[in-house]
């Protein structure tokens, strides 16, 4: 069968035939031609007010249905957004492995829809049957986070002059008398349409529909395209993909006939040539026939041959297999349909860029299982600029505190109005901290009491006074920190050892004093700490392999829990390999900015980079690069990274757009 436009035409023929050639014949074909194809002559006529099929509610057990009456479809969605994010041909074999766990049957259709920044999953079925929905659900479930939705149709009806285009063959009637035929059946196609269709808002309507019907079956070709056209397509603020299952048997009569069919011997070497790349990529890849149908809402010129068509809507809500492309499972990684996500949640959100498509992304902060986060990336891209600018745009009412050994958030200060205390000129008081088996453990560390010392033995005051005059600083403040603060260990930075004593202090007696609160549960302190390369000053590496020391071990005793107690710490660094691999798998959210292949080396390994992402992460611009730095006037610097969100493998290759005025007088 031929596409619904193609039959329009037909009909269109017939009618020019009756037209010229005025018998009985001809005119009879017409009256045929209106009642076969007349429905989809009268919707392409209506094309500039797209159109969609009337679905009324309908409840099969548990689930809400958009129930089709006049062909007895039922249509059951989900609010879905993906577990994992694989793209290109990275998602073969999952896009297989759903694929072949649906088991989907004939007559049933599975849509993945993106709207704007909201994704769906629809089931389409004529049987009415929970138990097997609740079994399209539970495999989807394990692929998508998925909320119960449901999508009716408009109310408003085609406007009444679809009855004068209907009847406009009644002017042919003194040449033909069956043209009267031809206009009655198409008043009854009118009619129809009025009652079992509605008009759609443009905001909701595909304009473009993939019109291939082949798009072949060669493994090399679907590796060459699939990553370009995934991307033509994640561009689409709207875009579907409609698949389901293609019996074998169709498989067998399409090139089975080459030998039975004296008219297609001629295609024979052909048909032996594709039916070879078909068994291989069958039998290799354990891949199934299937039929698909891709929707947009703009022509896409690639193997899919995504055209316009005013029949595009129609043809989303009445999924026929004549209609769609011949394929195999694997080519469903030419559609982005596992590509980032989002945590489905309406928390305080954290705007941080936009992705590789100009799409927006978000960090929903209340919804993070942890809100401990990384940041790594090279001297130089825009780590420390990239942080002041989230912090900056972070919702009012956080208190921030920043650990700043280089002075780069001192423009942050003043735009958040942070109060900039020197180090080690000041110090958070040590009657906090004093008595903690922590701070005496840390002293022992950098040989500033002996090991095992009770708090008798210990002079904190003495201790911190002998680091600090040593950095020139005869005898430290002691200050209770305001809610937003930045220490500024500069006046230390040619002493890395009293940077890393000073940093642990600082961090110490944040984490001793936000570990001894009640619950919070909402975040409501942010701590930065950057170049965390510091708190390895005095790191040890144990029998088990695990990196520890005071402090870090004070970190991970709180960062599976430090969102009950109401605080996060973000730790920034310039590489992996400088903070725990299991600190960086236990953080909310991962930034890791781009850098050379040497310093992504341990980053490929911890964050489980693949292809894409390395490539993506290699081809990064320094902020300086970007539109002309920050000494253009207008220009919008911006920092580019990878984002893996938790508590799922969510991830984005972002571009962060800069605050220049985050720059001034670092």
Not at 260 to 282: F, G, Y
Not at 321 to 335: E, P
Not at 648 to 658: A, E, G, Q, S, T
Request: proline share 6%; aromatic share 10%.
């Amino acid at each position: 069968m031929r596409r619904p436009h193609l039959y329009i035409y037909a009909a269109l023929a017939a009618f020019a035939a009756a037209v010229f050639a005025p018998h009985w014949l001809t005119a009879a074909a017409a009256a045929v031609a209106a009642l076969l194809w007349g429905e989809w002559l009268l919707l392409w006529i209506y094309r500039t007010w797209p159109l969609e099929p009337y679905r009324e509610r309908a409840q099969i057990g548990q689930y809400p249905a958009a129930y089709d009456p006049r062909r007895g479809l039922y249509h059951v969605f989900w609010e879905a957004e993906p577990t994992r994010s694989e793209f290109g041909t990275s998602a073969a074999a999952t896009l297989h492995e759903i694929y072949a766990s649906l088991a989907l049957q004939p007559g049933e259709f599975i849509a993945i829809l993106q709207h704007g920044n909201k994704r769906y999953v629809r089931f389409t079925t004529k049987t009415p049957d929970e138990s097997r929905i609740a079994h399209v659900e539970a495999v989807l479930r394990t692929y998508f986070v998925m909320y119960k939705d449901l999508w009716l149709s408009y109310k408003i009806r085609p406007r009444r002059w679809l009855y004068l285009a209907a009847a406009a063959p009644v002017v042919l009637t003194p040449a033909n008398p069956v043209f009267l035929l031809v206009a009655l059946t198409l008043l009854y196609h009118a009619h129809n349409i009025r009652r079992w269709y509605r008009e759609v808002e443009l905001d909701l309507h595909f304009e473009a529909v993939s019109t291939k019907r082949d798009i072949g079956t060669s493994r090399h070709a679907l590796e060459t395209f699939a990553t370009a056209e995934a991307t033509a397509l994640a561009k689409m603020k709207k875009w579907a993909v409609v698949f389901a299952p293609r019996p074998e048997v169709a498989v067998e009569k399409e090139f089975g006939k080459a030998y039975e069919s004296p008219v297609e011997k001629r295609s024979v070497v052909v048909k032996l040539q594709k039916t070879s790349q078909l068994l291989e990529r069958m039998l290799k890849y354990d891949e199934r026939p299937i039929y698909m149908q891709v929707f947009g809402d703009r022509e896409l010129a690639t193997q899919l041959d995504v055209r316009r068509d005013p029949l595009a809507n129609v043809l989303f809500w009445l999924p026929n297999s004549a209609y769609m492309t011949k394929a195999l499972s694997h080519d469903l990684s030419r559609i982005p349909i596992f590509y980032g996500g989002k945590l489905m949640s309406s928390g305080r959100r954290l705007f941080v860029g936009y992705d590789r498509f100009d799409r927006l992304v978000e960090i929903d902060i209340d919804s993070m299982p942890t809100a401990h986060s990384i940041v790594l990336g090279p001297s130089g891209m825009g780590k420390s600029w990239a942080v002041a600018t989230l912090l900056r745009r972070l919702p009012r009412g956080l208190k921030i505190v920043v650990v700043d050994p280089h002075g780069d958030y001192a423009a942050l200060a003043r735009h958040i109005g942070a109060e900039v205390l020197e180090v080690p000129r000041h110090v958070p008081p040590l009657d906090d901290v004093k008595n903690s088996r922590y701070f005496r453990m840390l002293l022992a560390e950098f040989g500033l009491a002996s090991p095992g010392a009770d708090g008798a033995d210990v002079d904190a005051e003495a201790a911190v006074e002998a680091t600090a005059k040593a950095a020139g600083v005869e005898k430290p403040k002691e200050v209770q920190p305001p809610d937003k603060v930045v220490w500024d260990l500069r006046p230390l930075k040619h002493d890395a050892a009293a940077q890393a004593f000073f940093v642990s202090l600082i961090l110490l007696w944040y984490l001793t004093r936000w570990g001894s609160r009640p619950h919070a549960e909402r975040l409501e302190t942010l701590i930065v700490v950057d170049e965390a390369a510091l708190l390895m000053h005095t790191a040890k590496t144990t029998e088990t392999g695990l990196v520890t020391n005071t402090v870090l071990s004070l970190i991970r005793q709180l960062s599976m829990g430090g969102r009950k107690y109401g605080f996060a710490l973000w730790i920034i660094a310039q590489l992996a390999r400088h903070v725990p691999e299991d600190i960086i798998e236990n953080a909310g959210f991962v930034l890791q900015l781009g850098g050379t292949t040497r310093a992504l080396k341990k980053s490929v390994e911890v964050l489980a980079l693949d292809r894409y992402d390395y490539e993506y992460l290699r081809s990064a611009t320094t902020p300086r690069e970007t539109v002309g730095g920050v000494a253009t006037a207008g220009s919008k610097p911006y920092a580019m990274g990878v984002l893996y969100l938790s508590p799922r493998d969510i991830k984005y290759h972002v571009k962060i757009p800069l605050d220049p005025e985050l720059k001034e007088a670092a």
